[in-house]
């Protein structure tokens, strides 16, 4: 195996700064993509304001999360896509089983927040659905986990009110298949799917609880993803 040299030592240093159970609930509590101050996160994890301000050093330290100083608050958030990535693989490795039965509570896995992507039941479903409608294909590279867009793929976001020049030039992979910890199947992650989540957040086809990565389906909602997309969820 090509090992980087002391690999084996970043990796057991950011999944120890990981594995303490308050730190691993502030930072599951900010998959939803939304920052919170020091004393947000210390209710959170069940812990004083002090001790809070120690295990965020510490996670401010492995790079696993980032601070936003505005005034007299800091605002803390998740270190970015590759966080969210391996926060939510740990939760499909911590929940394996032989056979998959899912325990995901009813409003997490109905329609949800992925850093800053839609999952759950919708997400997946509507993954399937662009894939049924030729909307989605394989890159050029032919890798199973990135996808490009077909000329009707492209035609139906745009439609949408997506900018597609603009997605695409941002700095980070422009199409994916992220793997659905509730379901165990692909929903649509990367710019695209981050563009997708805030067009529907914004016409009120689905609304984000408080406090919470849960997303609700807006009446509106049910009968746009029927209409567009002839889905029915």
């Given at each position: 195996m090509n090992v980087k040299p002391h690999a084996d030592t970043a990796a057991s240093r950011i999944a120890a700064a990981i594995g303490e159970p308050a730190r691993a609930r502030m930072l599951y509590c900010l998959m939803d993509g939304h920052a919170r101050t020091s004393t947000e996160l210390a209710v959170v994890?069940?812990?004083?304001?002090?001790?809070?301000?120690?295990h965020l050093h510490?996670?401010?330290?492995?790079?696993?999360?980032?601070v936003l100083v505005q005034g007299k608050h800091r605002y803390y958030s998740l270190g970015g896509l590759d966080v969210a990535s391996v926060l939510e693989g740990l939760s499909i490795l911590g929940g394996a089983r032989t056979k998959f039965v899912p325990s995901t509570p009813s409003r997490l896995r109905a329609a949800r927040t992925c850093y800053d992507h839609l999952a759950g039941?919708?997400?997946?479903?509507?993954?399937?659905?662009?894939?049924?409608?030729?909307?989605?294909s394989a890159n050029s590279q032919g890798t199973e986990s990135s996808y490009e867009l077909t000329q009707a793929g492209m035609k139906a976001f745009e439609a949408l009110g997506i900018d597609l020049a603009a997605t695409?030039?941002?700095?980070?992979?422009?199409?994916?298949?992220?793997?659905d910890w509730s379901e165990r199947r692909f929903h649509v992650g990367g710019a695209l799917g981050a563009a997708f989540l805030k067009i529907v957040l914004k016409r009120k086809w689905l609304v984000e609880e408080l406090d919470s990565r849960a997303l609700s389906l807006t009446t509106l909602g049910r009968r746009e993803l029927l209409a567009r997309f002839g889905l029915q969820v």
């Amino acid at each position: 195996m090509n090992v980087k040299p002391h690999a084996d030592t970043a990796a057991s240093r950011i999944a120890a700064a990981i594995g303490e159970p308050a730190r691993a609930r502030m930072l599951y509590c900010l998959m939803d993509g939304h920052a919170r101050t020091s004393t947000e996160l210390a209710v959170v994890a069940d812990v004083s304001p002090s001790t809070a301000s120690v295990h965020l050093h510490r996670l401010k330290t492995a790079r696993l999360v980032k601070v936003l100083v505005q005034g007299k608050h800091r605002y803390y958030s998740l270190g970015g896509l590759d966080v969210a990535s391996v926060l939510e693989g740990l939760s499909i490795l911590g929940g394996a089983r032989t056979k998959f039965v899912p325990s995901t509570p009813s409003r997490l896995r109905a329609a949800r927040t992925c850093y800053d992507h839609l999952a759950g039941t919708v997400g997946v479903a509507l993954h399937d659905r662009f894939a049924a409608l030729h909307w989605l294909s394989a890159n050029s590279q032919g890798t199973e986990s990135s996808y490009e867009l077909t000329q009707a793929g492209m035609k139906a976001f745009e439609a949408l009110g997506i900018d597609l020049a603009a997605t695409r030039a941002l700095r980070r992979r422009f199409a994916c298949a992220c793997l659905d910890w509730s379901e165990r199947r692909f929903h649509v992650g990367g710019a695209l799917g981050a563009a997708f989540l805030k067009i529907v957040l914004k016409r009120k086809w689905l609304v984000e609880e408080l406090d919470s990565r849960a997303l609700s389906l807006t009446t509106l909602g049910r009968r746009e993803l029927l209409a567009r997309f002839g889905l029915q969820v």
